[in-house]
């Protein structure tokens, strides 16, 4: 017998606002010990939401945007209609983005590359990124890493 998703528990959406809690938490180098107190929660209730794992109510929703300064759509800005449906589509990058913004050098990343205003040395770095990384691919495939 296959065990049926719960209905009522979390959904992609809900990690979705999540790691959009955590990422913003992290740009503002918020603690979760302090997002709690702000909220009247403990730090491992911020955790819960921030993995998605607690879905994260509306009036809590609101008090959170006011304590990290962002509008209420900012947690659901980058949700499609196939997030919300099971699976991803083809080619979907979600799950890439996802990984990136969980982790201490992703956000470091992309604070510092959000700093950078001319367009074209942001474009240099996007080419020097790639670049690293066809290299890196070629190295791994040729047996050299």
């Known amino acids: 017998m296959t065990s049926q998703p719960n209905p009522?528990?979390?959904n992609a959406v809900d990690r979705h606002v999540g790691s959009r809690i955590r990422l913003r938490r992290q740009l503002l180098n918020m603690?979760?010990?302090k997002l709690g107190e702000e909220l009247g929660v403990t730090f491992q209730q911020v955790q819960k939401y921030e993995r998605?794992?607690?879905?994260v109510g509306a009036g809590r929703l609101f008090i959170l945007a006011r304590v990290?300064?962002?509008?209420?759509s900012f947690f659901y800005d980058g949700v499609s209609?196939?997030?919300?449906?099971?699976?991803?589509s083809e080619g979907d990058q979600t799950p890439?983005?996802?990984?990136?913004?969980?982790?201490?050098?992703g956000v470091a990343l992309a604070q510092a590359f959000a700093r950078i205003s001319d367009p074209k040395v942001r474009r240099r770095i996007l080419e020097l990124v790639?670049?690293?990384?066809?290299?890196?691919?070629?190295a791994a495939a040729s047996g050299e890493v």
């Open 52 to 55: 998605g794992t607690n879905r």
């Open 31 to 33: 603690s979760q010990e």
């Open 68 to 72: 990290l300064d962002v509008p209420v």
């Open 8 to 10: 009522r528990g979390p």
């Open 81 to 88: 209609e196939s997030m919300a449906a099971p699976g991803f």
């Open 130 to 138: 790639r670049t690293l990384a066809a290299e890196e691919a070629e």
């Open 96 to 105: 890439i983005v996802d990984d990136f913004i969980q982790s201490a050098d």
